[in-house]
C-alpha cells in the first residue's frame, strides 16, 4: 500500500465532495424562479391548484461517504514487527540448525556405536579363536603328555618283567643250586648223625622220624627233639643220643644256606 505523507487523497475527496454539494444546491435555485409564460390573446384560464404551481422538489444527492482514512502506521511497531519477525525467523533458522547438527549428531554417534559394537564382535571372535586354538594347543599336549607317560610306563613295565624274569629265573637257579647244596649238607648231616645211632632191639626195621635240631655257628648242637617218629621212647632216645654224638654238625659247603633250626628227616642206614 501507498503511504500518503501528505493527506493528499483525503482533501483531494473533501473538495470534490463539496463541490458536488454546492453544484446541486446552485442548479435548485435556477429551478425555483417563476417563468413569465406569454399569453395569447384568447385568454384560456385553467385552474391550477397551489400544489400544482409549486416547484417540483430537486432530491439533494446523498452524499458519497466519506473516505476511511487510514491510520498512519506507527514506525515503532512497525520496526518491532520486523525485528519480531527477523527474530522468529532466525529462531527457525537456529532450531533448524540445531535439529541439522542433533541429526548429524545422533548419525555419527550411530556410526561410533555401530563401529564399536563390530569392534568389540570381532575381538570377541578372535579371543573365542585363540581360546579354542589354546584348548586344542593343551589337548594335543596333554595328549602327547599321556602317550609320553603310558610309553614310559609300557617301557618300565617291560623292563621291570625282564628284570623281574631275570631275578625269578636267578632265584629258581639259586634254588636249585642252593636246594643241590641243602640236599649235600642234609644227607651229610643224617650219615653222621646215623654214624652214632645206636638203634635199641625196639627199633622197627622202617624207622623214619623228624627230627628238629637247633645248633650254633660251627655245628655245635644245643637242643634236640624228635616229631612225627614211628619208634618208641627207647629209639626217641637213641636218636637224641646220636645227634649229640655228631656234634659239631658238618657245615654246609656253600654258607649261604647255613641254618640254625634244622628240621631232619631221620633214616638210619640199613
Not at 446541486?24 to 429551478?31: E, P, R, S, Y
Request: aromatic letters at 4%; a negative charge; charged letters at 35%.
Amino acid at each position: 500500500m501507498i503511504r500518503d505523507q501528505y493527506n493528499v487523497i483525503p482533501i483531494s475527496m473533501a473538495v470534490i465532495v463539496h463541490a458536488i454539494v454546492f453544484g446541486g444546491l446552485v442548479v435548485a435555485f435556477d429551478f425555483a424562479r417563476p417563468v413569465n409564460p406569454q399569453f395569447p390573446l384568447a385568454i384560456e384560464a385553467t385552474l391550477v391548484s397551489e400544489d400544482a404551481l409549486a416547484p417540483p422538489a430537486v432530491e439533494a444527492p446523498e452524499p458519497e461517504p466519506e473516505p476511511v482514512v487510514e491510520p498512519q502506521p506507527d514506525n515503532d511497531a512497525a520496526e518491532r514487527l520486523r525485528l519480531e519477525e527477523e527474530k522468529r525467523l532466525a529462531d527457525l533458522q537456529a532450531e533448524q540448525e540445531r535439529i541439522r547438527i542433533q541429526q548429524e549428531e545422533d548419525r555419527r554417534r550411530r556410526e561410533q556405536e555401530d563401529a564399536e559394537r563390530k569392534r568389540r564382535e570381532e575381538e570377541e571372535l578372535e579371543r573365542r579363536r585363540l581360546e579354542a586354538e589354546r584348548k586344542r594347543q593343551e589337548d594335543i599336549e596333554r595328549q602327547r603328555a599321556e602317550n609320553e607317560r603310558l610309553r614310559r610306563e609300557a617301557e618300565e613295565a617291560a623292563i621291570q618283567r625282564r628284570q623281574q624274569q631275570e631275578i625269578e629265573a636267578e632265584e629258581k637257579r639259586l634254588e636249585g643250586l642252593q636246594a643241590d647244596d641243602r640236599a649235600r649238607w642234609i644227607y651229610a648231616l643224617q650219615n653222621q648223625i646215623s654214624r652214632n645211632f645206636v638203634p635199641p632191639a625196639s627199633a622197627p626195621i622202617d624207622l623214619e622220624c623228624v627230627v628238629n635240631v637247633r645248633q650254633l655257628p660251627g655245628g655245635i648242637v644245643t637242643s634236640v627233639s624228635i616229631g612225627r617218629c614211628n619208634g618208641d621212647d627207647a629209639v626217641r632216645r637213641a636218636i637224641e643220643a646220636a645227634v649229640h654224638k655228631a656234634s659239631p654238625l658238618p657245615a654246609p659247603d656253600n654258607p649261604a644256606i647255613f641254618d640254625r633250626d634244622l628240621r631232619i628227616t631221620f633214616k638210619p642206614e640199613q
